[in-house]
């Protein structure tokens, strides 16, 4: 055995046997990471800790929770009234679900500026999608357990997406309903896997962190770390910045949950659900809005629900539609563009699917649809024909211009040293 | 021990191999079965109980909504009108085309699965202020489906008619639903 890499020697002895000292020293300490991130890469650290506080305050919630029809409702509106602290676990949990959503979204939206699914973190990129896909299906769920009118009509008009599956599209709303209806057995199977997804995504988020480990952060300027010149330890680097952006963040979190707490829900969801009367006006919650106008704009049933889907699954595709090699914005002036109309598109969709499916909304939904498919099938695979791209930097510790820059030429010199 | 494989060794291994593999599954798929099928409707939810329902009360032009199966059923006792409008459309323009007579059982009374084809909401249209579309049947305000009055889809996105659940009148005014 080489010499002992602790000081502690309990922790040499553990780690002789069970080597987590180094592994968390390796991955977690000495971690090189390209010096030049910005703040948009505090984002996978919130989420992780976002997912954390969703499990904590998700499994106190449960232990005073009823899932049963007659039940349901009553007993969230006792976690509000009655169990001790209930009202800030409740907030946290339901605030939590749209904060996750923010975080994840400015996190996608990072990536796509970046180039960061590019080769060689394709597969990273795709286990992204895929914890996006979970994180709805356990949103969804979870929105349903309060039992309210917007629970009882979201998990009908979402399971009937199903419904337009030719030929086995009623049996198998039939199956995930166990009954006839929304009813008592859809209730419970929800919360049990409402209560499973989030320990799945547990799961998918570790190969996610085994997959970026291997190749390392992506970086602004989108080139690969040439050296050690190019990289700085992880810690106390980025675990500083990060705790910083954590601070932010749980300030602005903590805002949320003390003073508008239901800003981001919806107040039909404070009646207790009735399968005889639908609310005059249904909407999902704020997240999935983009893909509810998706939905809505196809006059198509079953097209509707294959295009609203196919806005994802165009995301699991995306590293081999988009043929530039150059992988950041900041050198590809034509795809800078097009990405801030993609944002633009995006918040106009969100847009539009909390608006009543009419007159103008509808022909304006059309149009934001169409442009989404677009940018990722069409401009995306033409436009490196057309774009000329900046030259990119020799490495990330060498700017473009050196010569001109005295600060330049002193980092430089730094790093010879 | 190092015998050499004889291709008559080879078929013999490969022959357990294969049923081995196909025995494997069956019993795989044979557990697995249960798992999935647990989560159809129990044996209680589908002995729920049929529903009947009393129309003496019903007046010409009005409407009720009984739970059938968690769900709504819209009865109405449609109008003069309602049933010459109903009869007289032309099957031509039609997304699921049927005549009224396939619809229902007693041109009075029209018997319907309250539930919105297209994603499961409750149309608008039994009480009497509500909104009820361009055709004057029922009008689901989720994403604007228009049924006419014997409950045809007419205009949005819903793919077919509103269903017409089974049912037997057991008198004049009496229906069993289920």
Redesign the interface.
Same mark, same amino acid.
């Given at each position: 055995m080489s010499k002992p890499k602790f000081k502690n020697p309990v922790v040499n002895w553990i780690d002789y046997r069970l080597p987590i000292f180094t592994f968390m020293n390796h991955e977690l300490n000495e971690y090189p990471t390209p010096k030049n991130l910005n703040y948009f890469w505090n984002f996978g650290s919130l989420a992780g800790i976002t997912l954390v506080t969703m499990i904590i305050t998700g499994i106190v919630l449960s232990m005073n929770y009823t899932a049963h029809v007659d039940y349901a409702f009553d007993s969230v509106e006792r976690i509000m009234r009655d169990v001790n602290h209930g009202w800030l676990l409740r907030y946290i949990h339901m605030n939590g679900a749209s904060f996750f959503f923010i975080v994840v979204y400015i996190h996608i939206f990072r990536g796509l500026y970046y180039g960061s699914y590019k080769a060689p973190r394709e597969i990273l990129w795709i286990l992204g999608v895929l914890i996006l896909l979970l994180m709805m299906a356990t949103a969804f769920m979870g929105y349903v357990l309060p039992w309210g009118q917007m629970s009882f009509w979201g998990a009908t008009v979402i399971t009937n997406l199903f419904s337009a599956i030719p030929l086995v599209g009623e049996s198998i709303v039939t199956w995930l309903w166990g009954g006839f209806s929304v009813d008592n057995p859809t209730l419970n199977r929800f919360f049990s896997l409402h209560f499973v997804l989030p320990f799945v995504i547990v799961g998918v988020v570790i190969l996610h962190l085994v997959a970026l480990h291997r190749f390392g952060s992506n970086n602004p300027i989108g080139i690969d770390v040439k050296g050690k010149q190019d990289t700085v330890p992880f810690h106390p680097y980025y675990t500083i910045k990060d705790l910083f952006g954590l601070s932010v963040f749980t300030t602005i979190f903590a805002a949320a949950v003390f003073f508008f707490p239901n800003f981001m829900g919806h107040p039909d969801n404070y009646i207790p659900a009735d399968p005889m009367v639908t609310p005059a006006h249904i909407v999902p919650e704020w997240y999935f809005l983009p893909f509810y106008a998706i939905l809505r704009a196809i006059p198509d049933k079953l097209g509707g629900v294959l295009f609203m889907f196919g806005a994802i699954m165009v995301l699991f595709v995306l590293p081999w539609l988009d043929k530039s090699s150059v992988r950041s914005s900041q050198f590809r002036p034509l795809y800078k563009l097009f990405f801030w109309i993609l944002v633009i598109d995006c918040i106009a969709l969100g847009y539009l699917g909390a608006k009543p499916a009419e007159g103008i909304y509808v022909i304006l939904s059309r149009i934001a649809t169409a442009y989404y498919f677009f940018h990722f099938l069409i401009i995306l695979p033409l436009l490196p024909r057309i774009e000329s791209t900046r030259p990119l930097p020799v490495s990330i510790s060498t700017p473009i211009i050196t010569a001109s820059s005295n600060a330049s030429t002193v980092m430089a010199m730094r790093e010879k040293k | 021990m190092t015998k050499k494989n004889t291709p008559e060794d080879q078929n013999k291994r490969d022959f357990l191999q294969v049923s081995t593999y196909a025995l494997g599954a069956v019993g795989a798929a044979s557990f697995v079965w249960p798992l999935?099928d647990q989560?159809? !409707? *129990?044996a209680d #939810?589908l002995a729920l109980a049929s529903t009947e329902v009393d129309l003496e009360a019903l007046e010409e032009g009005q409407s009720i #909504?009984v /739970?059938w199966?968690? /769900? @709504?059923v819209f009865i109405r006792h449609r109008t003069k009108e309602e049933i010459s409008s109903a009869k007289d459309q032309l099957l031509d323009g039609l997304r699921d085309p049927q005549t009224d007579d396939e619809r229902v059982q007693n041109d009075k009374y029209i018997v319907l699965v309250g539930?919105c084809t297209?994603?499961? +909401?409750? !149309?608008l249209g039994q009480k009497s202020g509500d909104v009820k579309g361009e055709y004057g049947g029922w009008f +689901? !305000? +989720?994403?604007?489906s228009h049924y006419d009055h014997s409950g045809r889809i007419r205009k949005g @996105? *819903? !793919?077919t008619n509103l269903e017409v659940p089974k049912y037997s009148f057991l008198s004049d005014t009496l229906i069993k639903i289920g």
């Amino acid at each position: 055995m080489s010499k002992p890499k602790f000081k502690n020697p309990v922790v040499n002895w553990i780690d002789y046997r069970l080597p987590i000292f180094t592994f968390m020293n390796h991955e977690l300490n000495e971690y090189p990471t390209p010096k030049n991130l910005n703040y948009f890469w505090n984002f996978g650290s919130l989420a992780g800790i976002t997912l954390v506080t969703m499990i904590i305050t998700g499994i106190v919630l449960s232990m005073n929770y009823t899932a049963h029809v007659d039940y349901a409702f009553d007993s969230v509106e006792r976690i509000m009234r009655d169990v001790n602290h209930g009202w800030l676990l409740r907030y946290i949990h339901m605030n939590g679900a749209s904060f996750f959503f923010i975080v994840v979204y400015i996190h996608i939206f990072r990536g796509l500026y970046y180039g960061s699914y590019k080769a060689p973190r394709e597969i990273l990129w795709i286990l992204g999608v895929l914890i996006l896909l979970l994180m709805m299906a356990t949103a969804f769920m979870g929105y349903v357990l309060p039992w309210g009118q917007m629970s009882f009509w979201g998990a009908t008009v979402i399971t009937n997406l199903f419904s337009a599956i030719p030929l086995v599209g009623e049996s198998i709303v039939t199956w995930l309903w166990g009954g006839f209806s929304v009813d008592n057995p859809t209730l419970n199977r929800f919360f049990s896997l409402h209560f499973v997804l989030p320990f799945v995504i547990v799961g998918v988020v570790i190969l996610h962190l085994v997959a970026l480990h291997r190749f390392g952060s992506n970086n602004p300027i989108g080139i690969d770390v040439k050296g050690k010149q190019d990289t700085v330890p992880f810690h106390p680097y980025y675990t500083i910045k990060d705790l910083f952006g954590l601070s932010v963040f749980t300030t602005i979190f903590a805002a949320a949950v003390f003073f508008f707490p239901n800003f981001m829900g919806h107040p039909d969801n404070y009646i207790p659900a009735d399968p005889m009367v639908t609310p005059a006006h249904i909407v999902p919650e704020w997240y999935f809005l983009p893909f509810y106008a998706i939905l809505r704009a196809i006059p198509d049933k079953l097209g509707g629900v294959l295009f609203m889907f196919g806005a994802i699954m165009v995301l699991f595709v995306l590293p081999w539609l988009d043929k530039s090699s150059v992988r950041s914005s900041q050198f590809r002036p034509l795809y800078k563009l097009f990405f801030w109309i993609l944002v633009i598109d995006c918040i106009a969709l969100g847009y539009l699917g909390a608006k009543p499916a009419e007159g103008i909304y509808v022909i304006l939904s059309r149009i934001a649809t169409a442009y989404y498919f677009f940018h990722f099938l069409i401009i995306l695979p033409l436009l490196p024909r057309i774009e000329s791209t900046r030259p990119l930097p020799v490495s990330i510790s060498t700017p473009i211009i050196t010569a001109s820059s005295n600060a330049s030429t002193v980092m430089a010199m730094r790093e010879k040293k | 021990m190092t015998k050499k494989n004889t291709p008559e060794d080879q078929n013999k291994r490969d022959f357990l191999q294969v049923s081995t593999y196909a025995l494997g599954a069956v019993g795989a798929a044979s557990f697995v079965w249960p798992l999935i099928d647990q989560m159809n !409707p *129990a044996a209680d #939810t589908l002995a729920l109980a049929s529903t009947e329902v009393d129309l003496e009360a019903l007046e010409e032009g009005q409407s009720i #909504t009984v /739970k059938w199966r968690g /769900k @709504p059923v819209f009865i109405r006792h449609r109008t003069k009108e309602e049933i010459s409008s109903a009869k007289d459309q032309l099957l031509d323009g039609l997304r699921d085309p049927q005549t009224d007579d396939e619809r229902v059982q007693n041109d009075k009374y029209i018997v319907l699965v309250g539930v919105c084809t297209h994603l499961g +909401c409750v !149309p608008l249209g039994q009480k009497s202020g509500d909104v009820k579309g361009e055709y004057g049947g029922w009008f +689901c !305000p +989720c994403h604007g489906s228009h049924y006419d009055h014997s409950g045809r889809i007419r205009k949005g @996105p *819903a !793919p077919t008619n509103l269903e017409v659940p089974k049912y037997s009148f057991l008198s004049d005014t009496l229906i069993k639903i289920g």
